[in-house]
């Protein structure tokens, strides 16, 4: 009379066994997610701070950007032409009249802590579309030069000369980096200054 008793009750023993072997075997399992769960939770609310940490600092780079533009385009939106370089004294030749110029670009070379290697002149060049036009009224003197200095230094020069007061004509540029020391640049630049007469 047990054994038929317990064949009634065998399949529900058996369901039973049957669930806790499982749920012995996914107890682990089940703990170790929640563990996980946790350590992710942290995670994405650490790179939820650094996301907004980060747009934080996009949006200030973005105001920033924004005022220089704003300023440039004041800048700007004044008068942009500039006037020719004129010396004091009259009646000078061409080597003369530009040396006083020259000299203004001299001195920008060495606030800028730039080395000229040699410096080629061409006065009057022929070619020139102020002296085929008005070579009466205008003096012109194409200068090669070759430069030494940094990335840096030279930037800040061409920022300078940008600024420059006097009309100016900026031909050419080549640079190529020292091969002993890439941060030093050799320079090859061309530049036309002009003077009125």
């Not at 023993?13 to 350590?39: E, Q, W």
């Not at 802590?113 to 194409?142: E, L, M, Q, T």
């Not at 190529?176 to 320079?187: A, D, E, F, G, Q």
């Amino acid at each position: 009379m047990d054994n038929e008793k317990l064949k009634k009750f065998g399949l529900p023993i058996a369901i039973l066994v049957f669930n806790i072997l499982i749920l012995c075997l996914l107890l682990p399992k089940v703990i170790n997610n929640f563990g996980t769960i946790g350590a992710s939770k942290s995670n994405i609310e650490a790179k939820r701070q650094e996301l907004s940490d980060k747009q934080t600092r996009l949006e200030q780079y973005r105001k920033r950007e924004a005022e220089e533009a704003r300023r440039a385009s004041e800048a700007n939106s004044g008068d942009t032409s500039k006037s020719f370089y004129k010396p004091t004294a009259t009646g000078m030749d061409t080597e003369a009249v530009i040396a006083g110029e020259f000299t203004e670009i001299l001195e920008l070379i060495r606030a800028n802590k730039i080395k000229v290697r040699s410096i080629k002149y061409d006065y009057d060049p022929k070619d020139d579309n102020f002296v085929k036009g008005a070579g009466a009224s205008y003096n012109v003197a194409r200068l090669n030069m070759e430069m030494i200095g940094s990335y840096i230094n030279y930037d800040n020069f061409l920022k300078e000369l940008y600024k420059h007061e006097h009309f100016l004509d900026i031909q050419s540029v080549e640079i190529v980096p020292y091969r002993k020391n890439k941060r030093i640049l050799l320079i090859n630049f061309k530049l036309k200054l002009y003077s009125k007469k």
